[in-house]
């Protein structure tokens, strides 16, 4: 698949690559990442004053209307260089679902924050016994008055360290794997909630987080949290390839660049035709996964049939893909390949922590054939 991109889609994406290329160098991203903070609030504020944060949401939530393709397109660059702030967990996840689910009051209230860089927000939703289910959740949350008091845990929250407000999954009805789960916004400074942050391996920052007695907001209405939840899950798996395949894209450049120098027994390790094939193949799983990911973000912005199931086809093929064009890199690049100083090592990390957020390949694959079966 190919897609025609508009003249306003084409902007947007120079406008990305000249912000990153002239701002958001390896060095650049060694230091932030490196920071006490973790993340650059100048580069979120010019992410924003550009539009970024704006772009995918509707015009009547006070956005772009840019969709899944400004996803997509925004995705894409970031994954080429590495970005660690957080995108998908504030616009795509958090601000999807109000967008999605949120009241009208919810939405004019929250939405703002977002597109203009004040409020950073992060989904908490997974827990220990969970694993890839939504529906597994033994956080509770039980109503007093106008108000919902959660207490539970949530494990591995990404952004949750430099998070205003959560988005936090909690049990209104039923048992640990039924029905009967609600969403919930919650101050991620409010009393009773407890973080644990730590350094992911791919150099962000996540938390996990303890709620005792915390008062929070109903998100939309009770008992969809589940359905809201499985949008989502295609709208990120959208997000999540982008930014793989523009990691994979980076990868395949570095090696080919660096098999033109490196030198082995008198001649380039290039010309040795064992190599060339598989850098063939590494140049063959890019254009694949490409493909596919155009063929999803285009599907998510039609709203095409049969979405599930494509996606959960291209989080397997492109996660499979990943992983195969990270290995080979690093193996080609030697033992420096997996050197900090060398961001080889720092793409292939980024992939492999892609390739296990919402399901890892081989949890899609089995999905893909139980939706095939059900179809």
Request: aromatic share 8%.
């Amino acid at each position: 698949m190919d897609i025609q991109f508009t003249e306003e889609q084409d902007m947007l994406r120079s406008s990305v690559q000249r912000l990153l290329r002239d701002q958001y160098d390896f060095d650049t991203r060694r230091k932030i990442v490196a920071s006490e903070q973790g993340f650059s609030r100048k580069q979120w504020e010019a992410f924003a004053e550009l539009g970024l944060l704006a772009a995918p949401f509707s015009e009547d939530a006070g956005g772009l209307g840019g969709g899944a393709l400004s996803t997509m397109i925004i995705m894409q660059e970031f994954g080429r260089h590495l970005v660690v702030e957080p995108f998908v967990e504030t616009v795509v996840l958090a601000g999807g679902l109000i967008e999605q689910a949120g009241t009208s009051e919810q939405k004019q209230s929250f939405i703002p924050g977002i597109i203009d860089g004040s409020k950073i927000w992060a989904l908490a939703w997974t827990e220990k016994a969970s694993r890839f289910d939504f529906a597994n959740v033994a956080t509770r949350a039980r109503r007093e008055g106008s108000d919902y008091v959660l207490s539970g845990q949530k494990t591995m929250v990404i952004a949750a360290p430099w998070a205003d407000h959560l988005i936090v999954s909690a049990r209104t009805s039923g048992d640990d794997r039924d029905g009967g789960v609600s969403l919930f916004v919650v101050d991620r400074r409010a009393v009773g909630v407890d973080l644990r942050s730590f350094k992911t391996i791919d150099g962000r920052r996540a938390a996990e987080v303890d709620l005792r007695e915390v008062h929070a907001q109903l998100l939309g209405r009770e008992g969809e949290g589940v359905a809201a939840l499985e949008a989502c899950r295609e709208r990120a798996i959208g997000a999540l390839c982008a930014e793989a395949v523009g990691a994979i894209g980076e990868l395949n450049s570095a090696t080919l660049e660096y098999s033109k120098t490196r030198k082995q027994f008198g001649a380039t390790i290039g010309s040795f035709q064992v190599l060339q094939h598989r850098m063939v193949e590494m140049f063959i799983a890019h254009q694949e996964a490409l493909s596919l990911m155009q063929h999803l973000n285009l599907s998510l912005s039609t709203g095409g049939a049969g979405l599930p199931r494509l996606a959960s086809g291209a989080k397997s093929k492109i996660g499979y893909a990943g992983k195969f064009v990270a290995d080979q890199a690093v193996q080609l690049h030697g033992g420096m390949g997996m050197t900090d100083e060398l961001n080889v090592g720092h793409y292939f990390k980024r992939i492999s922590s892609i390739n296990i957020q919402f399901g890892d390949p081989a949890f899609h694959l089995l999905r893909y054939a139980q939706l095939d079966a059900a179809a």
